[in-house]
């Protein structure tokens, strides 16, 4: 009953309506390089062992703490190395990775007792790096950490929505139970079987198991707001050192045993990846062959675009899949003047999305103009889901001044824009705060770290309120490969938090929120889709945000990698399936 993987969602794979081409005349025979050969198959098959995985990115890791990180590349490289869960997505090019497939547990569970009911049974011989088993109470203790709200600031909730169910468990640190097993809904009968009890079915329950935030973690190594300085390797490999915000070393976990992992490769020896180097810096290295993958996959900058595209040696060894994430503009809903609906329209009205996407790269390498806040490889996406028309990507003047004056602000008014100060995301709030200039909205910048952008500055509502963010540039993808995995977070009122809140425009409608309870209890696809429609129709009426594209991001590989293909879960190149050639 797990929500199913409908058909919608195979279309990342060819671009989603894009109007570019991914089956591009570029590509060369099947398994060998070729522009976007990664996006429908697999680059230089091989199983060779050994080498250094080089990596690198610009901005700090949001955290290195499973239950904290909240980042997809994060996600992608920590369930990549040094994080297995219950249940994994299937490591295989197009609609087949979307699949949940079992990695700690021995299979996918079928629930019970009317859908509320999931037991697990964990597979023998599995390990943490100092050889200790990983056992039901792991689990469960990693799950039960979540709700330390005092140390977990960030990373997403819905565990604890879904198994708190009344009790208001406080999480391990305050846990009176004397071996901190104190969350009721989550059993372990014994050492490898482990029992979720929900208080209603959710269809998609089983994606939440998939997720870091879920990862085992034995509590003799807990060191709280610490762990992420040294979690503990339930993967191919361990932290042989972490200097922060600088560089990490992984190496092999000897305590691994590939006979119970059929999800990853573990090919080289050493992982190393660097921190905090400069996006310019980091298109150099790449065209020098001197590292492998910016791990960001967000794209190269504008100005390497062209040595890229132009270049037929060069863009052989490069992709441009659509990710599954939409870039929009998020309008706060109690921030003056914004709490006016007709001042977020005019904002609506004004922008000029053919501007931002220009700024992202273009159509080739930034992305299609977005319509609506579902992306097209979500379920439930509709292109002419388009209330104020945007389609064509050019603001309306008029249109903007008329919303002006209905929000009693004719000549305009003063506001902020908050953004990351990375590349491509400053270059695009710039094109934000020119179109807003033209109807006399005056938006100032204010760009702000990006390891600590979302969780803690637009994440955190009582920042936004005091720093007056009237805007705040944003960029999501999916959770998990449903309706719910993209948008809930995002829209539904109950999900508001203090520190760590995704819905940065703090929306808040009842008829929103009633009919996301009627959504995540279907588990007919094609009816769940129908009512995600819905929510997502409401959603553009309530004018709190602004999507301008639906993402493409042009990264370069380097030549010498193996097995390198894009793997739909995270609109990403699958980093543990990467092995390196001398």
Same mark, same amino acid.
């Given at each position: 009953?797990?929500?199913?993987?409908?058909?919608?969602?195979?279309?990342?794979?060819?671009?989603?309506?894009?109007?570019?081409?991914?089956?591009?005349?570029?590509?060369?025979?099947?398994?060998?390089?070729?522009?976007?050969?990664?996006?429908?198959?697999?680059?230089?098959?091989?199983?060779?062992?050994?080498?250094?995985?080089?990596?690198? *990115?610009?901005?700090?890791?949001?955290?290195?703490?499973?239950?904290?990180?909240?980042?997809?590349?994060?996600?992608?490289?920590?369930?990549?190395?040094?994080?297995?869960?219950?249940?994994?997505?299937?490591?295989?090019?197009?609609?087949?990775?979307?699949?949940?497939?079992?990695?700690?547990?021995?299979?996918?569970?079928?629930?019970?007792?009317?859908?509320?009911?999931?037991?697990?049974?964990?597979?023998?011989?599995?390990?943490?790096?100092?050889?200790?088993?990983?056992?039901?109470?792991?689990?469960?203790?990693?799950?039960?950490?979540?709700?330390?709200?005092?140390?977990?600031?960030?990373?997403?909730?819905?565990?604890?929505?879904?198994?708190?169910?009344?009790?208001?468990?406080?999480?391990?640190?305050?846990?009176?139970?004397?071996?901190?097993?104190?969350?009721?809904?989550?059993?372990?009968?014994?050492?490898?079987?482990?029992?979720?009890?929900?208080?209603?079915?959710?269809?998609?329950?089983?994606?939440?198991?998939?997720?870091?935030?879920? %990862?085992?973690?034995?509590?003799?190594?807990?060191?709280?707001?610490?762990?992420?300085?040294?979690?503990?390797?339930?993967?191919?490999?361990?932290?042989?050192?972490?200097?922060?915000?600088?560089?990490?070393?992984?190496?092999?976990?000897?305590?691994?045993?590939?006979?119970?992992?059929?999800?990853?490769?573990?090919?080289?020896?050493?992982?190393?990846?660097?921190?905090?180097?400069?996006?310019?810096?980091?298109?150099?290295?790449?065209?020098?062959?001197?590292?492998?993958?910016?791990?960001?996959?967000?794209?190269?900058?504008?100005?390497?675009?062209?040595?890229?595209?132009?270049?037929?040696?060069?863009?052989?060894?490069?992709?441009?899949?659509?990710?599954?994430?939409?870039?929009?503009?998020?309008?706060?809903?109690?921030?003056?003047?914004?709490?006016?609906?007709?001042?977020?329209?005019?904002?609506?009205?004004?922008?000029?999305?053919?501007?931002?996407?220009?700024?992202?790269?273009?159509?080739?390498?930034?992305?299609? *103009?977005?319509?609506?806040?579902?992306?097209?490889?979500?379920?439930?996406?509709?292109?002419?889901?388009?209330?104020?028309?945007?389609?064509?990507?050019?603001?309306?003047?008029?249109?903007?001044?008329?919303?002006?004056?209905?929000?009693?602000?004719?000549?305009?008014?003063?506001?902020?824009?908050?953004?990351?100060?990375?590349?491509?995301?400053?270059?695009? %709030?710039?094109?934000?705060?020119?179109?807003?200039?033209?109807?006399?909205?005056?938006?100032?910048?204010?760009?702000?770290?990006?390891?600590?952008?979302?969780?803690?500055?637009?994440?955190?509502?009582?920042?936004?309120?005091?720093?007056?963010?009237?805007?705040?540039?944003?960029?999501?993808?999916?959770?998990?490969?449903?309706?719910?995995?993209?948008?809930?977070?995002?829209?539904?009122?109950?999900?508001?938090?203090?520190?760590?809140?995704?819905?940065?425009?703090?929306?808040?409608?009842?008829?929103?929120?009633?009919?996301?309870?009627? %959504?995540?209890?279907?588990?007919?696809?094609?009816?769940?889709?129908?009512?995600?429609?819905? *929510?997502?129709?409401?959603?553009?009426?309530?004018?709190?945000?602004?999507?301008?594209?639906?993402?493409?991001?042009?990264?370069?590989?380097?030549?010498?990698?193996?097995?390198?293909?894009?793997?739909?879960?995270?609109?990403?190149?699958?980093?543990?399936?990467?092995?390196?050639?001398?």
């Amino acid at each position: 009953m797990a929500g199913a993987v409908t058909a919608a969602l195979a279309l990342s794979a060819c671009g989603g309506g894009s109007s570019s081409d991914n089956s591009s005349k570029d590509k060369g025979p099947k398994g060998t390089a070729g522009y976007n050969a990664a996006v429908t198959g697999v680059v230089n098959p091989s199983d060779k062992p050994g080498g250094t995985l080089k990596l690198t *990115i610009h901005d700090d890791p949001d955290s290195l703490d499973p239950q904290i990180a909240y980042y997809a590349s994060e996600w992608n490289l920590m369930k990549s190395f040094y994080v297995r869960t219950l249940l994994a997505n299937d490591t295989k090019p197009g609609a087949d990775g979307l699949k949940l497939v079992p990695d700690l547990a021995t299979e996918v569970p079928t629930p019970t007792d009317g859908g509320k009911t999931y037991t697990f049974k964990l597979k023998p011989g599995v390990k943490f790096e100092d050889g200790t088993p990983i056992t039901s109470k792991d689990v469960k203790y990693g799950i039960e950490r979540i709700f330390a709200r005092e140390v977990i600031t960030a990373g997403p909730s819905y565990l604890v929505d879904l198994l708190d169910q009344g009790q208001k468990y406080p999480g391990v640190y305050k846990d009176t139970d004397p071996d901190k097993m104190g969350l009721r809904s989550v059993q372990t009968p014994d050492d490898s079987t482990i029992v979720f009890t929900l208080a209603k079915p959710f269809a998609d329950f089983l994606y939440m198991l998939q997720m870091p935030v879920s %990862a085992p973690l034995p509590k003799a190594k807990d060191t709280g707001s610490r762990y992420a300085q040294h979690p503990v390797s339930s993967g191919p490999y361990k932290f042989e050192s972490y200097d922060e915000g600088k560089k990490l070393s992984l190496v092999r976990n000897d305590q691994w045993d590939p006979k119970t992992d059929p999800v990853r490769k573990a090919l080289p020896d050493r992982v190393e990846v660097v921190y905090g180097t400069a996006v310019e810096e980091i298109d150099n290295q790449l065209l020098a062959n001197e590292v492998d993958i910016d791990i960001a996959q967000t794209g190269v900058q504008p100005g390497t675009q062209p040595k890229i595209l132009l270049n037929p040696e060069t863009k052989k060894y490069a992709d441009s899949p659509v990710t599954g994430f939409i870039r929009y503009v998020a309008i706060s809903t109690k921030v003056p003047p914004f709490d006016n609906i007709h001042c977020r329209k005019a904002v609506q009205y004004a922008l000029d999305k053919t501007a931002m996407q220009t700024a992202r790269g273009g159509v080739e390498a930034g992305g299609d *103009i977005a319509t609506n806040m579902l992306p097209p490889t979500i379920a439930g996406h509709d292109d002419a889901d388009d209330v104020f028309n945007t389609k064509s990507g050019k603001p309306q003047i008029d249109k903007a001044k008329e919303e002006l004056a209905a929000c009693g602000k004719p000549n305009g008014f003063d506001t902020v824009l908050a953004t990351r100060n990375t590349g491509k995301e400053l270059k695009t %709030a710039e094109a934000v705060q020119q179109s807003m200039a033209a109807v006399g909205i005056n938006a100032r910048l204010d760009p702000q770290d990006a390891a600590l952008y979302f969780r803690s500055i637009i994440g955190s509502p009582g920042n936004v309120h005091s720093k007056g963010y009237g805007l705040m540039m944003a960029g999501w993808g999916a959770d998990y490969p449903t309706p719910a995995g993209f948008l809930q977070v995002l829209v539904d009122s109950r999900l508001i938090y203090d520190s760590g809140n995704n819905n940065y425009s703090e929306l808040q409608d009842p008829a929103i929120d009633a009919l996301i309870d009627q %959504a995540t209890a279907e588990p007919d696809p094609q009816k769940n889709a129908g009512i995600w429609k819905q *929510i997502n129709a409401k959603v553009s009426e309530s004018a709190a945000y602004m999507p301008f594209t639906y993402d493409k991001a042009l990264n370069y590989r380097n030549p010498r990698l193996t097995n390198v293909y894009i793997n739909q879960y995270y609109g990403q190149v699958d980093f543990g399936s990467l092995g390196v050639t001398s």
